[in-house]
């Protein structure tokens, strides 16, 4: 474990902007880790695409049908998954579904997801829409540690953007966009920085 590179893998279910960024800053160096493999629950997902396109093994979580619900057979499965392919840190980069057991008892604080507001402010489905419907000055984005709850895990970091007096949530979404492609990759080092204090 200390000269291999960590081995991460990332949930999705759209298209895995998040996902690029990671993949971009290992490409720069900035993140010293590997992509071992792209999980999504959604079969036609862009973030699906891009790990085929650079080799990396996707595989689709079936969710027995369900729309928004992670069922625990579906969650155990996924577990087998990421532990088969030894995966250090498991990244959630827009997955849009609540992890619970036995996920996270396979992956104790080994869990990161992104999340488009400054939590505790505006957990849940789009946030940056729920910014501008509640006249906030500022918003932004957070990486945090995921737990049982929504959204409520430790916080590993956040960047700050401005609402602005005429941004549409898409204008927001955008700006917000920006800064998690800055964001994530930079928390995914620190996050693995704490993990190897642990490491044998």
Same mark, same amino acid.
């Given at each position: 474990m200390m000269n291999a590179l960590p081995r991460l893998g990332i949930l999705g279910s759209g298209s895995g902007t998040n996902c690029q960024a990671i993949l971009d800053a290992i490409d720069s160096g900035s993140l010293k880790a590997q992509v071992v493999v792209v999980l999504s629950d959604n079969p036609a997902?862009?973030?699906?695409?891009?790990?085929?396109a650079r080799n990396i093994p996707a595989k689709i979580i079936d969710c027995r049908?369900?729309? !928004?619900?992670?069922?625990?057979?579906?969650?155990?499965?996924?577990?087998e998954i990421l532990i088969d392919y030894e995966v250090d840190l498991v990244c959630l980069a827009g997955f849009m579904r609540l992890v619970r057991k036995p996920l996270l008892t396979a992956f104790p604080r080994r869990i990161v997801n992104i999340h488009p507001s400054l939590l505790p402010s505006f957990?849940?489905?789009?946030?940056?829409?729920?910014?501008?419907?509640?006249?906030?000055?500022? !918003?932004?984005c957070t990486?945090?540690?995921?737990?049982?709850?929504?959204?409520?895990?430790?916080?590993?970091?956040?960047?700050?953007?401005?609402?602005?007096?005429d941004d549409t949530p898409e204008s927001l979404?955008?700006?917000?966009?920006?800064?998690?492609?800055?964001?994530?990759?930079?928390?995914?080092?620190?996050?693995?920085?704490?993990?190897k204090k642990s490491w044998p």
């Open positions: 997902a862009r973030i699906l695409d891009r790990a085929r049908g369900f729309k !928004s619900k992670f069922p625990d057979e579906a969650q155990q499965e996924t577990a957990p849940g489905l789009e946030a940056w829409a729920q910014a501008v419907r509640a006249g906030a000055q500022e !918003s932004g990486v945090h540690y995921v737990d049982a709850g929504m959204d409520t895990g430790p916080v590993l970091g956040q960047a700050k953007v401005p609402v602005l007096p979404h955008a700006r917000i966009q920006i800064q998690e492609h800055i964001l994530y990759p930079a928390m995914i080092v620190k996050a693995l920085e704490e993990m």
